[in-house]
C-alpha cells in the first residue's frame, strides 16, 4: 500500500453542492486499490516505514464503504505475517524493528479479515505472543513504551490497550496503573496531553479519551470541560483542527469526532457543515481525500475523512466505533471483553511519523465484514 500522495488534489470550494456532497465511493475505491501499483515511484520507498500503517488505513476505508473484499486477502495476511519478529510484535514492513503502533495495526487488520486464525497456526506464540510482546512494553508508572529504546507516548498505551482489547488478553497488563498514566496527561482545559504537562492536542486527546472507553473508566473525564474545548476545534468552514490557532485538517473529523462521541457530546457540532468541509476534499475524478480542498489526496486523510462521515451518520458509509477505530456493518454482533454491553465509540490518531491506534474496542468478531479504525497522533498540526 503506498503511502505516496496524489495523483489527485481536492477540488477547491465552488458553489455545485448538490455534485459536492455526493461521496464518490467507486472511486475512493478505485484509488486505495491502486495505490500498491506505484512501486516505480521513489515516494513508495521513502515511506516504507508506514506501509503496515497504509494497509490498515486502505483496508479500514474500503470496510466503511462497503467494498470489504476489495483487496485479496490471502496477499494481505501474507503481507502482514512478514512483518512479524520472533518477539512477537510487528515492523511497519520486512525487515523493519517491530513497534507498538504496527503491531497495533497488524492485529487490526488481521480481525477485520479474519486472520487471526492464521496468526496462531504461522507464528511463534500466536495471538498470545503477541500480546506477551505488548504488556513488556508497560513500564512501572503504567505509561508504554513504544518499542525496546523507551520513547513514551500515550499513542503508545491507547495502543496496547485497543490491541489487547481486541486479542482479549487485557489481564496481560496492569489497567489500574494505565489509567492513572492518562489521569496524570489530564489539563486545566479538560484536554490530555502527550505526556504529563503537555498541552492538549485533539489526537492526544482521542487516545486518552479511548483509552478510558476501553478500560470502562469515562467517568473520570470532565466531559462539558472537554466538550467544550473540543467543539472549538470547529472553523467557519465546518472543518476541525487539532488545537487552537491550526489550520482544518479533515483527518480531525476523525479525532475530534470520535472524542466527542465517546463522551456523549457530538450533537456540540454542526455535522451538515462538517460533512460539507469534508466532501469537498475529496478529488470527485480520481478518488481519495485531502486535508484540505485543493491540496493533493493520501490514504491516511482518505480513511479519516470517511471516518468521520461515518460518525456523524452519512448515508452510505457503514457505522464506526469511535474508540476501538473500527467499523460495523449493521448485521455484525458487537460485543466486548469488558462486559456485555455493546460499545459504540469512535478512535482514529494521525500522525506523519510513526503510527497509532486510535479506536479498537474489546470486540469478539462474530461475521465477516467487521473492520476497525486505527490512526497517528499529528504532532505538528
Not at 525487515?95 to 503491531?103: A, E, F, Q, S
Not at 479519516?304 to 449493521?330: N, Q, R, T
Request: with cysteine.
Amino acid at each position: 500500500m503506498s503511502l505516496v500522495p496524489g495523483p489527485g488534489r481536492a477540488q477547491a470550494f465552488s458553489s455545485s453542492l448538490p455534485d459536492e456532497l455526493q461521496l464518490v465511493v467507486d472511486k475512493h475505491v478505485q484509488y486505495i486499490q491502486s495505490l500498491d501499483k506505484r512501486k516505480d515511484e521513489l515516494e513508495y520507498w521513502l515511506t516504507e516505514h508506514l506501509r503496515l500503517n497504509g494497509v490498515y488505513w486502505g483496508l479500514t476505508a474500503l470496510c466503511l464503504l462497503g467494498h470489504p473484499n476489495a483487496l485479496p486477502r490471502q496477499a494481505t495476511i501474507d503481507f502482514v505475517l512478514s512483518c512479524q519478529h520472533q518477539s512477537g510484535g510487528f515492523g511497519a514492513a520486512p525487515g523493519h524493528d517491530p513497534h507498538m503502533l504496527y503491531t497495533v495495526s497488524a492485529v487490526q487488520i488481521l480481525l477485520t479479515i479474519d486472520g487471526l486464525d492464521v496468526l496462531d497456526k504461522r507464528s511463534n506464540g500466536g495471538r498470545k505472543g503477541v500480546g506477551t510482546y505488548i504488556s513488556q512494553l508497560q513500564n512501572p508508572d503504567g505509561s508504554f513504551a513504544g518499542d525496546k529504546w523507551g520513547e513514551t507516548d500515550t499513542r503508545f498505551l491507547f495502543g496496547a490497550l485497543n490491541a489487547l482489547s481486541l486479542l482479549q488478553l487485557l489481564p496481560l497488563i496492569d489497567i489500574s496503573k494505565a489509567i492513572a498514566y492518562v489521569q496524570q496527561c489530564a489539563n486545566f482545559d479538560g484536554g490530555y496531553g502527550v505526556s504529563p504537562g503537555a498541552e492538549s492536542h485533539a489526537g492526544q486527546i482521542y487516545v486518552c479519551v479511548g483509552a478510558l472507553s476501553i478500560a470502562n473508566r469515562l467517568d473520570l473525564v470532565d466531559r462539558d470541560r472537554l466538550g467544550r474545548w473540543l467543539s472549538e476545534r470547529q472553523r467557519d468552514d465546518g472543518g476541525l483542527n487539532g488545537r487552537p490557532e491550526k489550520l482544518q485538517d479533515v483527518c480531525y473529523s476523525w479525532w475530534v469526532g470520535s472524542s466527542l462521541a465517546m463522551i456523549g457530546r457530538l450533537h456540540w457540532i454542526d455535522k451538515e457543515r462538517l460533512a460539507t468541509y469534508i466532501l469537498q476534499c475529496q478529488d470527485r475524478e480520481l478518488g481519495g481525500m485531502a486535508d484540505r480542498p485543493g491540496d493533493m489526496v493520501d490514504v491516511f486523510h482518505t480513511v479519516f475523512g470517511i471516518a468521520g462521515l461515518s460518525l456523524i451518520g452519512f448515508a452510505g458509509v457503514e457505522p464506526i466505533d469511535p474508540s476501538l477505530d473500527c467499523a460495523f456493518p449493521a448485521d455484525i454482533e458487537r460485543r466486548t471483553c469488558r462486559n456485555s454491553s455493546p460499545v459504540f465509540t469512535l478512535s482514529p490518531v494521525p500522525l506523519p511519523f510513526v503510527p497509532t491506534t486510535p479506536f479498537t474496542f474489546l470486540f469478539s468478531r462474530q461475521k465477516k465484514g467487521y473492520a476497525h479504525f486505527m490512526a497517528l497522533t499529528k504532532g505538528s498540526a
